[in-house]
């Protein structure tokens, strides 16, 4: 239960003096819909206000705050600006501008002869000094104490800075002195304030670097005892020693030996499984290092002890492939594999019902449809989830609760992730990397192409199957146009068919599932020659004799797109292209041009395959926002830490957390009772009602 003392935090944001419904909309746009949400709602920038006596010329392009007296009244014609002339105290001129053609709003804010205190930025127009739009206009009675820093905040339309503002400053009022729950030695050495200080702090002045840093590191300390309270919990929990006995993987027929990498991944796999503690494991490797080999044996040794295992895929065409690789590598094994999706209806749908009920199916391949509540397994030991970061802790838990005791864990990812945000998005898992590429796989030339140079790609994509290859074409991801991607790729597929007949095929998210897999069966059967997509062929497809993927408006997305995109050629033995087809933007002389982040990306993939070099690159040039989508919802959300808080302070963070489990009485001793609060504060309590149950 929430401690009693951030009650007046967790209240709506209607109890907030002066909020009705008609400002709680803007502020719910926000996402503000309670008074610790508007806490939280940090200022992004600030404005410097300098007070000056008079106009000078060596303050154009500060906001300034001066007092005026308004000597004459210019309107343009229409609805053209209307002009204010002014003086200082000395005498020099200044034009005040309003646009908008409501000359009367300019009158009757500076009657002619009265002084007027005014705030606005000084700017240059020819040699004449003007103010447009100053934000504050007031007789020198009414002079408001204007601070000389301003915090500026995000709004939404209805709500103003000044309002946000004063929001802020009511919530800090409402927020209670808590109890201080950082480590006393790393809050002295840091020079810290306490928590409510903080927040005040930042509030008043938004560049208070050391306050900030104090509220993120807050944020980052919950979220990090969250998740050892969670490996905590499961490591105290009873499940299935499985000891496999090597007889379903010794009569394995594999076409090369495993990669040391698998092999390594593979006993650790084997020693988790063989522990009465369920295994949490997360599989990260790399666009074809091999997961599914490792996880095909993490199961046969779950069937060799005697249960069943399953294996949960994002997308039908995922779960689909996956079946169809294992009935492949299994042919031969007496082991039964089923596939259950949403789209199994009727007979064969109860029929893998009923053998997951008896046992006669060993292995389940299927999307959430395996985890529904008609569907029981007869001794579910193991369930894998591929692309971990497209399921939260939710489906999670939802699928251990298929067993009697909690199941082993295997959770997969082809986004290899940077470590610190390993870190903090799955510190409760233990981690490994298969950073080896199996043998035969061949690095991908990459090549970066303006879109100017269009039809000379075309003309190579010609060449390219009138040999008798195939290739991937995807569609850029098309913003503030109302074109949709699905458009973008509609056409290109039309253009490329004029031009190459009937041997172009396009698949895109808004198919049904029988349609799409059709068009993809088609592609891989090498009846179509080019598939034209949008980034739904971004996981997961394997079409060994496709050697060419061509990426269009490539800097419109992010580098681990880009490298899972690229990861779809170069599977077979054939040498690989991926070309990066860039738009930019049109610069001087009709020139296209690339930003300095666009043009640092494609560098990063043209000189790179290493998906860990590239997601550690990723991290550093656009911080970890949604970088690599690293989690879904549910799952870890950061209000206050950026992501190079989270890169900065991760470490001290685990450590001090590990501190206050290991020697501080964890959540029962007295900074124990101060970090329950934060966890609380911070929404990260799931974790205590875990330790509860466990």
Same mark, same amino acid.
């Given at each position: ?46 404005? $410097? ?27 343009? &014609? ?21 646009? /908008? ?41 009414? &002079? ?26 009511? #919530? ?90 698998? #092999? ?41 002890? /005697?249960?069943? &295992? ?51 199916? $060993? ?39 298929? &067993? ?5 864990? @295997? ?49 190579? @994509? ?57 068009? +993809?069966? #088609? ?25 060419? +993927? ?9 580098? #681990? ?11 077979? $033995? ?36 290493? /998906? ?21 919802? /549910? ?15 991760? $470490? ?43």
């Amino acid at each position: 239960m929430r401690p009693e003392i951030l009650n007046p935090l967790f209240a709506e944001v209607e109890a907030m003096k002066g909020v009705g419904a008609g400002l709680a909309k803007p502020l719910g746009k926000l996402g503000l819909n309670r008074v610790v949400d508007v806490l939280f709602h940090l200022p992004v920038t600030w404005i $410097d206000r300098r007070k000056v006596d008079v106009l000078d010329m060596a303050d154009a392009g500060a906001i300034v705050v001066i007092t005026l007296t308004a000597v004459d009244y210019r309107s343009s &014609a229409g609805r053209g600006p209307s002009r204010i002339h002014a003086t200082d105290k000395d005498g020099n001129y200044v034009s005040i501008i309003y646009f /908008g053609g409501n000359p009367g709003w300019g009158k009757k804010l500076f009657p002619l002869g009265e002084a007027r205190i005014v705030s606005g930025k000084l700017e240059m127009y020819g040699q004449e000094l003007q103010i447009v739009h100053p934000d504050l206009v007031v007789p020198p009675a009414e &002079a408001v104490d204007l601070p000389a820093r301003e915090p500026v905040y995000g709004l939404s339309e209805g709500l103003t800075n000044r309002r946000m503002g004063q929001l802020a400053a009511q #919530a800090i009022e409402r927020a209670p002195d808590l109890p201080e729950w950082i480590e006393p030695s790393l809050l002295a050495a840091r020079e810290w304030p306490g928590w409510r200080e903080a927040l005040a702090r930042v509030h008043a002045d938004p560049a208070d670097k050391v306050a900030r840093t104090r509220l993120a590191y807050d944020e980052v300390f919950a979220n990090q005892l969250a998740l050892m309270l969670v490996r905590a919990s499961s490591r105290r929990r009873r499940g299935t020693p499985l000891a496999g006995n090597g007889r379903l993987r010794d009569a394995l027929k594999l076409p090369y030996a495993p990669t040391g990498a698998q #092999a390594r991944t593979i006993r650790e796999i084997e020693g988790d499984l063989a522990q009465a503690t369920p295994m949490v494991r997360l599989l990260q490797g790399d666009v074809g290092a091999g997961k599914t080999l490792v996880a095909t044996m993490a199961m046969l040794i779950a069937v060799e002890a /005697g249960v069943q &295992a399953a294996m949960l895929a994002p997308t039908e065409l995922l779960a689909r492939q996956h079946y169809e690789t294992l009935q492949k590598t299994l042919a031969g094994l007496p082991v039964t594999v089923a596939l259950l999706t949403g789209r199994e209806k009727g007979r064969a749908r109860e029929s893998t019902l009923m053998g997951l009920a008896d046992g006669s199916i $060993d292995l389940l391949v299927g999307t959430h449809a395996i985890f529904q509540e008609a569907v029981a397994y007869r001794r579910l030991g193991l369930a894998v989830i591929d692309e971990q970061h497209r399921f939260g802790v939710a489906e999670r838990m939802l699928l251990a609760a298929k &067993a009697e005791r909690p199941p082993h864990l @295997l959770a997969m990812t082809a986004t290899p992730i940077p470590r610190t945000l390993t870190l903090s998005q799955y510190g409760e898992m233990d981690v490994s990397r298969l950073d080896e590429m199996p043998p035969g796989r061949q690095p991908i030339a990459t090549s970066v192409i303006s879109c100017e140079r269009l039809e000379e790609v075309v003309e190579g @994509l010609g060449r390219h199957i009138a040999a008798g290859g195939q290739a991937y074409w995807v569609c850029p991801l098309v913003e503030e146009s109302e074109q949709s991607d699905l458009t973008a790729a509609e056409e290109r597929a039309a253009s490329l068919r004029a031009r190459f007949g009937e041997t172009i095929a396009l698949v895109h998210g808004r198919m049904k599932g029988p349609e799409k897999d059709a068009v +993809m069966q #088609a592609f891989a059967a090498g009846r179509a020659q080019v598939l034209v997509a949008t980034t739904v062929i971004e996981v997961g497809v394997d079409v060994p004799n496709a050697t060419l +993927m061509v990426i269009e408006g490539a800097d419109r997305f992010g580098l #681990a797109q880009l490298h899972q995109l690229r990861g779809r050629v170069g599977r077979g $033995d054939k040498p690989s292209t991926c070309v990066l087809l860039w738009q930019g933007f049109g610069g001087e002389a009709g020139r296209r041009m690339l930003s300095d982040t666009s043009k640092a990306r494609l560098l990063t993939m043209k000189r790179s395959n290493d /998906g860990f070099f590239i997601a550690e690159e990723d991290l550093r040039l656009r911080g970890a926002g949604e970088i690599l989508g690293t989690r879904q919802s /549910g799952d870890a959300k950061f209000r206050i830490a950026q992501p190079e808080d989270v890169a900065e302070l991760v $470490d001290a963070a685990t450590a001090d957390a590990r501190l206050l489990v290991d020697r501080d009485g964890g959540l029962e001793g007295q900074r124990g009772q101060a970090a329950r609060t934060a966890l609380y504060l911070f929404e990260r309590d799931a974790a205590v009602a875990l330790l509860r149950a466990g």
